[in-house]
């Protein structure tokens, strides 16, 4: 089986993309739960240190998310690693544009050494690329000091069936570049626990949206990005139908200190 669901040409050709909307209106407002995803994250950031850290994102760019954790833990100091160099420069031109500074590095997750370890090591829709989910939170807990925290965050488009079949209508070939296992709460705590972290928690949050990005604009996908518009139209207007089920899986856990080991 094979250990990586992508390639680097794979990023590259997306980052290209993103790049060019990196400057545009589209990529600062994001999708249409930026706002409740910024608040996952303040969440979880504030259950691991409170005083100035270093925090490392793997697989940072575009850099939406260094911006996020920036602007809601700002008394932190941030670092990313990717292997994309067109994603590692619309990272840096969207921080530059937000006055945020983060140290950036261009490397794989598998075989990149980085000058220190880190308080708190973070991934946003990474770990799913994955087929061996164990060996790549392995890798997060690599880079992270003894005691310091390792926090992943993970679409679902798995759950429930009608999210599913929005997300394989719109993109037919998801789940040949993602892992689902990845999409289960119960999944990521058993796989942080296997690799050895402890005060391992994992849940569900973000809200019951649907993916409206297509692939490829089908009769079958406009009717499916068009309920899709509906659908979370429809959460806007009524917020309680978020919860619904979670449009994003969480898993946090703690890097043994020497003594526990």
């Known amino acids: 089986m094979k250990r990586d669901l992508t390639t680097r040409d794979f990023w590259d050709q997306r980052n290209q993309s993103r790049s060019i909307r990196a400057s545009g209106l589209r990529m600062l407002l994001g999708d249409a739960f930026e706002g409740t995803r910024a608040e996952v994250w303040e969440r ?32 932190h100091h941030y670092h990313g690693l990717d292997m994309s160099a067109p994603g590692l420069e619309a990272c840096r031109s969207l921080l530059q544009e937000a006055g945020i500074h983060a140290e950036l590095y261009e490397g794989d997750v598998w075989t990149a050494e980085l000058p220190r370890k880190f308080d708190v090591v973070v991934s946003a829709g990474l770990i799913e690329h994955f087929s061996d989910l164990r060996g790549i939170v392995l890798r997060h807990a690599y880079y992270a000091r003894p005691g310091g925290w390792v926090v992943v965050t993970v679409p679902n488009w798995a759950r429930p069936g009608i999210n599913r079949l929005i997300t394989v209508t719109l993109r037919p070939n998801t789940f040949e570049t993602h892992n689902a296992e990845a999409m289960e709460p119960e999944n990521l705590k058993s796989t942080f626990e296997s690799a050895g972290l402890l005060d391992v928690e994992a849940g569900e949050a973000g809200g019951a949206w649907l993916t409206t990005v297509a692939a490829s604009l089908t009769v079958k996908a406009r ?38 080991r």
């Open 223 to 260: 009717l499916a990005q068009a309920f899709a518009r509906a659908w979370n139209l429809g959460l806007v207007i009524v917020p309680p139908l978020r919860r619904l089920w979670g449009g994003l899986v969480w898993a946090i856990g703690r890097v043994p200190e020497e003594a526990e």
């Open 44 to 75: 979880l950031l504030a259950r691991t240190c409170s005083a100035p850290g270093n925090i490392l994102e793997l697989g940072c760019a575009p850099g939406r998310i260094l911006k996020r954790l920036a602007e809601v833990a700002p008394q």
